[in-house]
Protein backbone atom coordinates (compact mmCIF):
# COMPACT_ATOMS: atom_id res chain seq x y z
CA UNK A 1 0.00 0.00 0.00
CA UNK A 2 1.09 3.45 -0.88
CA UNK A 3 0.88 5.70 2.18
CA UNK A 4 1.41 9.71 1.52
CA UNK A 5 1.81 12.72 3.82
CA UNK A 6 0.24 15.76 3.83
CA UNK A 7 2.30 18.74 2.27
CA UNK A 8 1.62 21.92 0.90
CA UNK A 9 0.91 23.00 -2.49
CA UNK A 10 4.57 23.66 -5.14
CA UNK A 11 5.38 26.14 -6.81
CA UNK A 12 4.18 25.09 -10.43
CA UNK A 13 0.92 24.96 -9.02
CA UNK A 14 0.92 27.97 -6.92
CA UNK A 15 2.16 29.59 -10.38
CA UNK A 16 -0.51 27.88 -12.04
CA UNK A 17 -3.51 29.22 -10.16
CA UNK A 18 -1.58 32.82 -10.04
CA UNK A 19 -1.40 33.37 -14.07
CA UNK A 20 -4.92 31.74 -14.04
CA UNK A 21 -6.23 34.19 -11.27
CA UNK A 22 -4.55 36.95 -13.51
CA UNK A 23 -6.71 35.87 -16.38
CA UNK A 24 -9.64 35.83 -14.33
CA UNK A 25 -9.00 39.70 -13.27
CA UNK A 26 -8.19 40.95 -16.67
CA UNK A 27 -11.33 39.21 -18.10
CA UNK A 28 -13.14 41.01 -15.56
CA UNK A 29 -11.79 44.31 -16.14
CA UNK A 30 -12.65 43.34 -19.92
CA UNK A 31 -15.69 42.53 -19.52
CA UNK A 32 -16.70 45.44 -17.88
CA UNK A 33 -14.93 47.89 -21.02
CA UNK A 34 -16.97 45.64 -23.38
CA UNK A 35 -20.22 46.04 -21.26
CA UNK A 36 -19.03 50.52 -21.16
CA UNK A 37 -18.49 49.88 -24.80
CA UNK A 38 -22.15 48.31 -25.92
CA UNK A 39 -23.75 50.97 -23.81
CA UNK A 40 -21.63 53.25 -25.72
CA UNK A 41 -22.97 52.56 -28.98
CA UNK A 42 -26.57 51.86 -27.88
CA UNK A 43 -26.61 55.90 -26.17
CA UNK A 44 -27.86 58.06 -29.04
CA UNK A 45 -25.03 60.86 -29.91
CA UNK A 46 -26.23 64.61 -28.67
CA UNK A 47 -26.20 67.36 -31.14
CA UNK A 48 -22.59 68.24 -30.13
CA UNK A 49 -20.90 65.26 -29.21
CA UNK A 50 -18.33 63.49 -31.38
CA UNK A 51 -18.90 60.46 -32.48
CA UNK A 52 -15.23 59.51 -33.58
CA UNK A 53 -11.74 60.97 -33.51
CA UNK A 54 -9.24 60.59 -31.11
CA UNK A 55 -10.79 61.39 -27.93
CA UNK A 56 -14.90 60.07 -29.28
CA UNK A 57 -16.59 58.26 -26.70
CA UNK A 58 -16.53 55.54 -29.10
CA UNK A 59 -12.94 55.34 -29.72
CA UNK A 60 -12.26 55.64 -25.99
CA UNK A 61 -14.55 52.25 -25.34
CA UNK A 62 -12.83 50.93 -28.36
CA UNK A 63 -9.27 51.70 -27.01
CA UNK A 64 -9.80 49.75 -23.92
CA UNK A 65 -11.84 47.14 -25.08
CA UNK A 66 -9.20 46.22 -27.94
CA UNK A 67 -6.36 46.81 -24.31
CA UNK A 68 -7.61 44.74 -21.92
CA UNK A 69 -8.83 41.81 -24.89
CA UNK A 70 -5.11 42.10 -26.30
CA UNK A 71 -4.42 40.98 -22.22
CA UNK A 72 -6.50 38.34 -21.91
CA UNK A 73 -5.30 36.75 -24.79
CA UNK A 74 -1.55 36.75 -23.24
CA UNK A 75 -2.42 35.74 -19.92
CA UNK A 76 -4.77 32.95 -21.50
CA UNK A 77 -1.90 31.57 -23.43
CA UNK A 78 0.57 31.77 -20.48
CA UNK A 79 -1.89 30.31 -18.90
CA UNK A 80 -2.53 27.36 -21.28
CA UNK A 81 1.34 26.50 -21.15
CA UNK A 82 1.51 26.62 -17.41
CA UNK A 83 -0.95 24.08 -17.21
CA UNK A 84 0.02 22.09 -19.52
CA UNK A 85 3.34 22.01 -17.56
CA UNK A 86 1.05 21.42 -14.62
CA UNK A 87 -0.35 18.40 -15.93
CA UNK A 88 2.82 17.02 -16.94
CA UNK A 89 4.19 16.94 -13.83
CA UNK A 90 0.70 15.38 -12.08
CA UNK A 91 1.46 12.98 -14.54
CA UNK A 92 4.99 11.90 -13.46
CA UNK A 93 3.75 11.76 -9.84
CA UNK A 94 0.88 9.70 -10.90
CA UNK A 95 3.08 7.50 -12.55
CA UNK A 96 5.27 6.34 -9.29
CA UNK A 97 1.36 6.41 -7.46
CA UNK A 98 -0.33 4.39 -9.59
CA UNK A 99 1.58 3.92 -13.01
CA UNK A 100 -0.91 1.06 -14.35
CA UNK A 101 -3.58 3.57 -13.26
CA UNK A 102 -2.63 5.99 -16.31
CA UNK A 103 -4.84 4.90 -19.26
CA UNK A 104 -3.72 7.06 -21.59
CA UNK A 105 0.14 8.29 -22.74
CA UNK A 106 1.85 10.94 -21.86
CA UNK A 107 1.62 11.87 -24.88
CA UNK A 108 -2.00 12.41 -24.93
CA UNK A 109 -1.49 15.74 -22.80
CA UNK A 110 -1.16 17.36 -26.04
CA UNK A 111 -3.11 15.08 -28.80
CA UNK A 112 -6.26 14.68 -26.83
CA UNK A 113 -6.89 18.45 -27.04
CA UNK A 114 -6.06 18.44 -30.21
CA UNK A 115 -8.25 16.09 -31.77
CA UNK A 116 -11.37 17.44 -32.92
CA UNK A 117 -13.53 14.47 -31.52
CA UNK A 118 -11.10 13.44 -28.96
CA UNK A 119 -11.15 16.88 -27.08
CA UNK A 120 -14.39 16.33 -25.74
CA UNK A 121 -13.41 13.16 -23.25
CA UNK A 122 -9.63 12.55 -23.74
CA UNK A 123 -8.52 15.51 -21.19
CA UNK A 124 -11.44 14.46 -19.20
CA UNK A 125 -9.74 10.87 -18.86
CA UNK A 126 -6.35 12.16 -18.05
CA UNK A 127 -7.14 14.41 -15.53
CA UNK A 128 -9.84 11.83 -14.03
CA UNK A 129 -7.00 9.22 -13.55
CA UNK A 130 -4.44 11.89 -11.79
CA UNK A 131 -7.43 11.94 -9.71
CA UNK A 132 -7.74 8.78 -8.76
CA UNK A 133 -3.82 8.07 -8.27
CA UNK A 134 -3.50 10.37 -5.41
CA UNK A 135 -6.68 8.26 -3.45
CA UNK A 136 -5.58 5.73 -1.01
CA UNK A 137 -5.02 2.01 -2.57
CA UNK A 138 -8.25 0.65 -1.77
CA UNK A 139 -10.38 3.13 -2.11
CA UNK A 140 -9.64 4.92 -5.66
CA UNK A 141 -12.45 6.12 -7.77
CA UNK A 142 -12.18 8.02 -11.19
CA UNK A 143 -13.84 11.71 -10.83
CA UNK A 144 -15.34 14.05 -8.79
CA UNK A 145 -18.34 16.11 -8.71
CA UNK A 146 -15.47 18.89 -9.11
CA UNK A 147 -14.33 17.62 -12.11
CA UNK A 148 -17.08 16.94 -13.55
CA UNK A 149 -18.96 20.41 -13.02
CA UNK A 150 -14.81 21.65 -14.03
CA UNK A 151 -15.03 19.91 -17.18
CA UNK A 152 -18.52 21.00 -18.17
CA UNK A 153 -17.34 25.10 -17.88
CA UNK A 154 -14.61 24.17 -19.81
CA UNK A 155 -16.81 22.37 -22.53
CA UNK A 156 -19.43 25.10 -22.80
CA UNK A 157 -16.27 27.80 -22.90
CA UNK A 158 -14.81 26.21 -25.63
CA UNK A 159 -18.06 25.63 -27.28
CA UNK A 160 -19.70 29.78 -27.13
CA UNK A 161 -15.97 31.04 -27.67
CA UNK A 162 -16.36 33.91 -29.81
CA UNK A 163 -12.53 36.18 -30.72
CA UNK A 164 -12.56 39.97 -29.23
CA UNK A 165 -11.58 40.39 -33.51
CA UNK A 166 -15.42 39.73 -34.18
CA UNK A 167 -15.92 43.13 -33.17
CA UNK A 168 -13.65 44.80 -35.13
CA UNK A 169 -15.53 43.22 -38.30
CA UNK A 170 -18.62 44.67 -37.62
CA UNK A 171 -20.04 46.76 -40.18
CA UNK A 172 -22.53 48.45 -38.05
CA UNK A 173 -23.08 49.96 -35.07
CA UNK A 174 -26.14 47.23 -34.25
CA UNK A 175 -23.67 44.30 -35.40
CA UNK A 176 -20.93 45.75 -33.12
CA UNK A 177 -23.51 45.88 -30.05
CA UNK A 178 -24.47 41.72 -31.45
CA UNK A 179 -20.84 41.33 -31.34
CA UNK A 180 -20.10 42.18 -28.01
CA UNK A 181 -22.81 40.27 -26.57
CA UNK A 182 -21.17 37.83 -27.90
CA UNK A 183 -17.95 38.30 -26.57
CA UNK A 184 -18.97 39.30 -23.29
CA UNK A 185 -20.76 35.89 -22.94
CA UNK A 186 -17.89 34.08 -24.16
CA UNK A 187 -15.55 36.10 -21.99
CA UNK A 188 -18.28 35.34 -18.63
CA UNK A 189 -17.95 31.63 -19.68
CA UNK A 190 -14.04 31.52 -19.87
CA UNK A 191 -14.28 33.19 -15.86
CA UNK A 192 -16.03 30.51 -14.49
CA UNK A 193 -13.69 28.20 -16.77
CA UNK A 194 -10.78 29.41 -15.30
CA UNK A 195 -12.16 30.13 -12.02
CA UNK A 196 -12.98 25.92 -11.39
CA UNK A 197 -9.27 25.04 -13.36
CA UNK A 198 -8.24 27.02 -9.91
CA UNK A 199 -9.88 24.87 -7.82
CA UNK A 200 -8.65 21.73 -9.78
CA UNK A 201 -5.47 22.86 -9.72
CA UNK A 202 -5.36 23.19 -5.89
CA UNK A 203 -7.28 20.48 -4.94
CA UNK A 204 -5.43 18.05 -7.27
CA UNK A 205 -1.58 19.21 -6.02
CA UNK A 206 -2.75 19.33 -2.58
CA UNK A 207 -3.26 15.64 -3.28
CA UNK A 208 -0.75 14.21 -5.80
CA UNK A 209 2.03 16.27 -4.31
CA UNK A 210 2.60 15.20 -0.77
CA UNK A 211 5.57 12.71 -0.09
CA UNK A 212 5.43 9.22 -1.61
CA UNK A 213 6.89 7.21 1.87
CA UNK A 214 6.73 4.03 0.39
CA UNK A 215 6.14 2.96 -3.18
CA UNK A 216 5.54 -1.19 -3.13
CA UNK A 217 8.57 -2.91 -5.57
Known amino acids: MV ?4 GPVGGLARATCGILAAFVLVSVAAEVAAWHMYQVELAPLGPHQPDDGEFGPRMIANMWFGNLSGSCGAAFLAAVLLFIAWLANMR ?19 FGWLIPIG ?5 KMYVNDLWAA ?16 WWL ?3 AAGHWAVAPSAVE ?12 QKVMLS ?28 VPG
Open 169 to 180: RAATSQDVCRAL
Open 119 to 123: RLFIP
Open 187 to 214: DGLWIVAAALTIGVVWRLSGMLEPTVRA
Open 3 to 6: TKTA
Open 153 to 155: SVL
Open 92 to 110: SRADVLWPEGQRRHSAWLI
Open 134 to 149: AQPDLRRRRGHPLLAV
